[in-house]
């Protein structure tokens, strides 16, 4: 190499070193990346506090979205819970109405739960709906019959339900007029004492059913009698009589049990509610008072 190439070549060893040397006085204030970005200390330090504190949001995000989702499982349970409490308040009802039908259960010892849910199952359309559906059973059935004209054939009709359940008045009126039209003896029964005659017979003609053959009441004797017993022992003298059962419509199990039932029973639906009853029989007892 010659003179002159030593030359350069310790001119450019000398740049190099202090290239270098210029480069160490500033590690302390830049940082260097591969690809050529610098960033100062000032900002490698607001990155790094932007990073912390978007992962403090994503995990307080994480936490308020765990606590939510339990709070909706908890919700979600008690929902649970009130829908199952609810069905079973159903069912029990309905098998102590059931039940209480078969055996005669009292008014008094309906409990609360079920008077509550019978209110609902009107006020709702439950009862009207099931109605109408019975009764138009009843129609489609005495469209397939007619009366004979070699015999007397009755229709036994259990009004104490009518008489006390006004949602129900206006639906069996417009079924039992078209059994009077085609020339069925109607005779209806109550369970009521010989001496509301008159007060029942009354109401009966106020809420439009008129041209019914005879009311059957009880005697003195027949209020000692258990209800089912009545209502056979009543069936029984009419067949003596030569009339014959065609069918025996009832909202209450007791007059649908025995003998001399007839050819079709109907059950018409019974709510267990007894504020109409109640209001009746208070209205009944103080006009029996008067007319006695």
Known sequence: MSAYGHQMER???AQSL??????????????????????????????????????VVLVTAVVSLAVMLQSCENKSKGVVATIDKANDNHHYCEILALHGELNGLKPDNVPPICRNLAVQYIETGGYTRDLDFIMRMIENFFDTVSPS????????????NILVSDPSVRRILESYTKLHSK???LILLSRKHEKQRHVTTEHLN???FNGWSSLIMRSDLEMEMETREYFCRRRTEMKEQGNEIMSVISSQMDALMGLSLGIQLFKLPNPLYYNFENNYESRIHGLVQIEN
């Open 11 to 13: 001119e450019f060893s």
């Open 18 to 55: 202090l290239s270098r040397g210029d480069t160490g006085t500033e590690m302390g204030s830049r940082y260097v990346s591969e690809s050529g970005f610098y960033m100062t200390s000032f900002a490698a330090t607001i990155f790094i506090a932007g990073l912390v504190t978007i992962g």
């Open 149 to 160: 004209k070699n015999r007397t054939d009755a229709v036994l009709i259990d009004i104490d």
């Open 206 to 208: 106020s809420i439009g």
């Open 183 to 185: 020339g069925w003896l």
